[in-house]
């Protein structure tokens, strides 16, 4: 496969960016940096990267169809007027825990999904199995579809809906459900991808992940230097795109035919040059489809 991968956004994330979303209307790129409570807008026109800074852990920022935004601030999914600031909360989990929300993304009925992750002391040692995966549905009702999670992360769905795939970081397997778009439940789990132990240092721990228009899942990973396309269907790997820097975390596909993929990374504790950097890569031979945005 040939690419080109280059930073569109240098050394941006003062500590893990995460979470990119491409809002076709606006031609910007939404993205955060959940500890150092950073929401980013970036407008690919005028150039310039707006953010809101709050003193929460801000995992995730998605357009909402009545206007605004739906982001997550600790354990709190809130609405975001961004002109003001303002934030709203809709809904609260995990109360009396030291879990926080991570990742998150709406499917194709407008539900945005969204998971929590244990307390982590220090990277990557989460609270094991104390996390959950949620919905909050269109009337505002949380959900709850799994339990026992340790790191929440990337979600993904074929383009009929039939199938989800989402990550639990901390076993290094990326899960593979049948789903019912009507309902949101989940049945059939199966390990599509399990990491191999001796692997750890070189390829690290999944992270964020999104599909393309051939229903492949492209998966970050962070630690690993990498995103990998995987085939849904066997689990094996297709390909790989290999970037200048080892933490790799999310990824999203945008641009105006949709056919660039952006990538976040990290910065912690690490002094590359590119940490921290969004990358923009090109000639991938495959597109995605518009993400999904909240209708509650």
Known sequence: MSYKVETFIKNVAINVGEG???????????????????????????????????DDNTSLIVPRKSGGYVITDGLNISHLDWESGVRTVLAS?????RNVFNDGKCDASGRLWAGTMGYMEKPVFPEMEVASLYTLEKDLKVNRHLDKISLSNGLAWTHNNTKMFYVDSMPREIWSFDFDLETGN???????????????????????MTSDVDDKIWCAFYEGSCVIRYDPETGQEISRINFPTRQITSCCWGGKNFDELYVTSGHVNITDDQAGSVFRVTDLGTKGRPADVFLG
Do not use: F, S
């Open 93 to 97: 989990v995990d109360q009396g825990t």
């Open 186 to 208: 989940m049945t059939n789990k199966q390990v599509l991808v399990k990491c191999p132990k001796d692997t750890i240092k070189t390829l690290g721990y999944p992270d964020g």
């Open 20 to 54: 990119p979303h491409w809002d076709p209307e606006t031609q910007t790129l939404l993205y955060v940096d959940p500890k150092a409570g950073n929401l980013h807008r970036y407008n690919t026109l005028t150039k310039i990267d707006e953010m809101r800074h709050y």
